[in-house]
């Protein structure tokens, strides 16, 4: 397998430590997290399952621009809900796709029951093509070969 159709797996770890907040917690708590641990995001999380995710666009847009004041607006009223998710298997091209053509910076990464384990961020996605672009530079690649290099199209 070339080094383009890795998993995500490959090159994210599992994070135990993952930014999940209440749909019921105020933005300044999601914003003070999110500095605290240097996140583009946090998770929403309500009885254990992902119900949105918060943004640092979310905050920009739902609630600097709107004037609302982060100590008493609810995550629930300025996060995306339902945010699209993908699995540790997934391959890295197929989340490529996800960014580009939904406009994510981050995706959350879950398990088989839908728990989250990690965020996907745009910053995972260009260290790893880095990776693929030094490869390619340092190979050989044929021609025939070149198609199956750039192939971002599918999914698992």
């Not at 907040?21 to 999601?30: C, G």
């Not at 609302?68 to 300025?78: A, E, G, H, I, S």
């Not at 996907?120 to 190979?139: G, N, P």
């Amino acid at each position: 397998m070339r080094r383009i159709q890795r998993p995500i797996a490959d090159f994210i770890t599992a994070d135990a430590s993952i930014v999940a907040l209440s749909p019921d917690d105020p933005v300044s708590a999601a914003v003070e997290v999110m500095k605290t641990h240097k996140w583009d995001c946090a998770l929403i999380l309500e009885g254990g399952a992902l119900v949105g995710i918060f943004t640092e666009r979310d905050f920009l847009y739902r609630v600097s621009a709107a004037q609302k004041n982060p100590t008493q607006t609810k995550l629930r009223d300025v996060m995306t809900p339902n945010p699209e998710t993908l699995r540790a298997r997934d391959a890295i091209p197929y989340a490529i796709n996800r960014m580009v053509v939904r406009g994510f910076r981050n995706i959350p990464i879950v398990d088989d029951t839908g728990k989250p384990i990690a965020v996907l961020d745009v910053r995972d996605v260009m260290a790893h093509l880095t990776e693929v672009f030094a490869e390619v530079s340092e190979s050989r690649v044929l021609d025939k070969e070149w198609e199956e290099w750039t192939d971002t199209g599918g999914g698992a």
